[in-house]
């Protein structure tokens, strides 16, 4: 079966430090974006941050810029994110998703949720308490 799937949330504590996985099984992450979205109740989905297979880029949402890390695992086909600090505004279910866009087009469409048509991952919880 082709799909992705994401784990590794959890309950943190504010300060501390998680690692998301998103797992590909089915198909490779050669020629596709690989995005992290999160959703927090009543608030649209927002793009964390996403790399790119074709040449390795990555790129941030401003909320997590210099907190977060996103890395992959081609041999093991998995997207890691690390997000350090976490902060109570942390909070949400966070998805994987991946695309294949154009390597022009991923710095100005990444975090856009609806240029993902294929593949999304059930999403996984992250609670951060204070």
């Known amino acids: 079966e082709v799909q992705l799937q994401a784990s590794g949330g959890g309950l943190v504590q504010a300060g501390g430090s998680l690692r998301l996985s998103c797992a590909a099984s089915?198909?490779?992450?050669?020629?596709?974006?690989v995005t992290w979205f999160r959703q927090a109740p009543g608030k649209e989905r927002e793009g964390v941050a996403c790399i790119s297979s074709s040449d390795g880029s990555t790129f941030y949402g401003d909320s997590v810029k210099g907190r977060a890390t996103i890395s992959s695992d081609n041999a093991k086909r998995t997207v890691f994110l690390q997000i350090n600090s976490l902060k109570s505004e942390d909070t949400a279910v966070y998805y994987c998703?991946?695309?294949?866009?154009?390597?022009?087009?991923?710095?100005?469409?990444?975090?856009?949720?609806?240029?993902?048509?294929?593949?999304w991952g059930q999403g996984t919880q992250v609670t951060v308490s204070s």
């Open positions: 998703a991946a695309e294949r866009i154009p390597p022009p087009l991923v710095h100005s469409s990444w975090s856009i949720p609806q240029v993902y048509t294929h593949f």
């Open positions: 089915g198909f490779t992450f050669d020629h596709y974006t």
